[in-house]
T-cell receptor
Framework: DAKTTQPNSMESNEEEPVHLPCNHSTISGTDYIHWYRQLPSQGPEYVIHGLTSNVNNRMASLAIAEDRKSSTLILHRATLRDAAVYYCTSETGANNLFFGTGTRLTVIP | DAGVTQSPTHLIKTRGQQVTLRCSPKSGHDTVSWYQQALGQGPQFIFQYYEEEERQRGNFPDRFSGHQFPNYSSELNVNALLLGDSALYLC?????????????FGPGTRLTVT
């Protein structure tokens, strides 16, 4: 089970880009990297996933280091609705997720 | 299309009692996973059910058990409750197929053990 390490908290001004880092130095070559976010009083919500290549979707971009020991979730323009705890997780292909303690993102108006 | 639903929303139990939590997966999903989330922590994987059988299990004692029904809904049972079992219990569903699997989480059941 790959362990992920994230900063406890980060702040961003509204409408500015946010880069959320994650270290996963013990990840295996076949583990996927998933990002989920959890808004207050809700269950986690899928954001994006990747294996080796950088990925983009309507919510965010995921940049994966060439050695796969780290990744960065990029929110291109933070809004107040993006304030949440962001979890970087690994998934072994066996359909279960291993969460760390996450990064609490505060968006400043 | 209803997402993942869980019941009850909140529950208060006494040490030593037993509790059953319920989950209905998102339409079209056949796999249900359960997670425990202690206050200030990330969710921890308990177990996963597919085709009415436990397919994987995390590092949780046998006091935690589950069941999946033919309609893919699931129950989580916890026996001999301890104070440390107080947490948010999350159910997630997914569709078995080609990895990676996007999981859809329910809002959770908040269990308080006194």
């Amino acid at each position: 089970d790959a362990k992920t390490t994230q900063p406890n908290s980060m702040e961003s001004n509204e409408e500015e880009p946010v880069h959320l880092p994650c270290n996963h130095s013990t990840i295996s070559g076949t583990d996927y990297i998933h990002w989920y976010r959890q808004l207050p009083s809700q269950g986690p919500e899928y954001v994006i996933h990747g294996l080796t290549s950088n990925v983009n979707n309507r919510m965010a971009s995921l940049a994966i280091a060439e050695d796969r020991k780290s990744s960065t979730l990029i929110l291109h323009r933070a809004t107040l609705r993006d304030a949440a705890v962001y979890y970087c997780t690994s998934e072994t292909g066996a359909n279960n997720l291993f969460f760390g303690t996450g990064t609490r993102l505060t968006v400043i108006p | 299309d209803a997402g993942v639903t869980q019941s009850p929303t909140h529950l208060i139990k006494t040490r030593g009692q037993q509790v059953t939590l319920r989950c209905s997966p998102k339409s079209g999903h056949d796999t249900v996973s359960w997670y425990q989330q202690a206050l200030g922590q990330g969710p921890q994987f308990i177990f996963q059910y597919y085709e009415e059988e436990e397919r994987q299990r995390g590092n949780f004692p046998d006091r935690f058990s589950g069941h999946q029904f033919p309609n893919y809904s699931s129950e989580l049972n916890v026996n001999a409750l301890l104070l440390g079992d107080s947490a948010l219990y999350l159910c997630a569903s997914s569709a078995t197929g080609t990895a990676p699997y996007e999981q859809y989480f329910g809002p959770g059941t908040r269990l308080t053990v006194t």
